[in-house]
């Protein structure tokens, strides 16, 4: 899955990668010392570990390498992560929701993810009307505002 990032969103993933690799540094240095003194359970212990950490690494990478990224300039004029939006579906009355792959949100806004058909649909479209086809039938979206992510 494609994931969306700013910047600093990017930057922070970056740091994430570079701390869970300067741990696992110690621990493979610790193997053969380990393995020479017949402790294999430790042995077998700190390979799962580092097979966990390495996983997690792998995963964040992935995410770095097959991201798009948001620029500060557009995010009050494109539909990206964290935005908050002011729409109405099929001609009902508009409701404020945010961009956010948290279903679970504790300031009270209606969430949409941008791995849902809707989200799909209005990543990086400004204002306007948009017919938007979901797994059953077509809805019309309208963007009538788009705010920045709040910090």
Excluded at 27 to 45: C, F, H, Q, T, Y
Excluded at 79 to 89: E, P, Q, Y
Aim: charged share 30%; proline share 5%; aromatic share 4%.
């Amino acid at each position: 899955m494609t994931r969306v990032l700013t910047i600093k969103e990017a930057t922070l993933l970056l740091q994430k990668v570079k701390e869970l690799k300067s741990i696992t540094r110690p621990m493979v240095e610790n193997i053969p010392g380990l393995i020479a003194s017949r402790d294999k359970n430790a042995a077998d212990s700190l390979e799962n570990e580092l097979d966990v950490l390495g996983a997690q690494i792998k995963s964040l990478e992935t995410d770095l390498k097959n991201a798009r990224f948001i620029f500060p300039e557009k995010q009050d004029k494109e539909v990206w992560m964290g935005n908050i939006i002011l729409a109405s579906f099929d001609g009902n009355p508009s409701s404020e929701f945010i961009m956010s792959d948290l279903v679970e949100r504790n300031d009270g806004r209606m969430a949409i993810s941008s791995s849902s058909p809707v989200g799909k649909a209005i990543l990086g479209k400004s204002m306007g009307r948009y017919e938007i086809q979901l797994p059953k039938k077509k809805m019309v979206m309208e963007i009538h505002k788009i705010l920045p992510p709040e910090d």
